[in-house]
């Protein structure tokens, strides 16, 4: 009784790491570029007062164990890459990438970074920057006179400026892949970093190399289903609530027990 517990304590702590999650997912459902994430449970070590297989006194293998688990733990908080609805936003400087893919974009510590969200603006020296500011690699600068910035689906910048009859390439959207994007690290502001579960950014070209294609003038939405995060919610809860009536009818037992000996 004294077991059954702190097991359902352990199945009360990974509900509420559930809820943490879906909550997070949905107050994120507006974020551009945003993954949503699904929380990995894992159950815990076993006590085996008879294992399967073991020799019984007659001689013979017994077919069933006697194991009692110590409850659940959350493993992971697996983030789910799929693509997000593109949305047309008509800014020029709003990119999309339809498919796999990240844009790099370099920190004022001079470690890169990389995002799926293309919400870009140039600052005050022309550079193509994040809404927050941070350099996009490789650099790309607009020239102060440029009219029109036509940006391809191979990621080719290009601006046409006044006199000009044909437009001139001033840059290049670089794309990397990774050999497994669910283990990079969240750093935040629509932001992931490198690890070692990751592996290396493969960098590649726009449309090559199983890269997506770079969309002008949209950006690409969250993936949250708002619908399977309610759902998600209310299954956790009760869960939950399942969990506390184990503890209340552990604690009737030991009550029961303690009223034995008086």
Not at 22 to 48: C, E
Not at 52 to 76: E, F, K, Y
Not at 163 to 179: C, I, K
Not at 234 to 262: G, H, P, V, W
Request: aromatic share 6%; hydrophobic share 35%; glycine share 10%.
């Amino acid at each position: 009784m004294i077991r059954a517990l702190f097991t359902a304590a352990t199945g009360m702590n990974a509900q509420q790491t559930m809820v943490d999650t879906s909550s997070n997912n949905l107050a994120n459902v507006n974020t551009v570029g945003f993954k949503r994430m699904i929380p990995q449970f894992q159950d815990l070590i076993y006590v085996s007062d008879r294992i399967p297989g073991s020799i019984a006194q007659q001689g013979m293998p017994l077919p069933n164990g006697l194991q009692v688990g110590h409850g659940v733990a959350v493993s992971s908080n697996e983030k789910v890459f799929t693509s997000g609805t593109l949305n047309n936003t008509g800014n020029p400087y709003d990119v999309a990438i339809d498919g796999d893919g990240f844009f790099q974009v370099t920190m004022p510590n001079g470690m890169i970074y990389y995002t799926r969200a293309g919400n870009f603006s140039i600052n005050n020296t022309g550079n193509l920057v994040t809404s927050d500011g941070f350099l996009i690699n490789p650099q790309i600068s607009i020239p102060q006179n440029a009219i029109s910035v036509s940006i391809g689906q191979d990621g080719s910048v290009s601006v046409m400026t006044p006199g000009s009859t044909t437009p001139t390439q001033v840059g290049q959207l670089q794309l990397v892949r990774f050999q497994n994007p669910a283990g990079l690290n969240n750093e935040g502001r629509n932001l992931y970093s490198q690890t070692l579960a990751s592996g290396s950014p493969v960098q590649t070209q726009a449309g090559q190399n199983g890269a997506g294609l770079i969309r002008q003038g949209f950006l690409e939405g969250s993936n949250v289903d708002v619908v399977a995060e309610m759902v998600n919610l209310i299954l956790a809860q009760r869960a939950y609530e399942f969990n506390t009536k184990a503890i209340t009818t552990a604690d009737q037992m030991l009550s029961f027990t303690t009223n034995l000996i008086r």
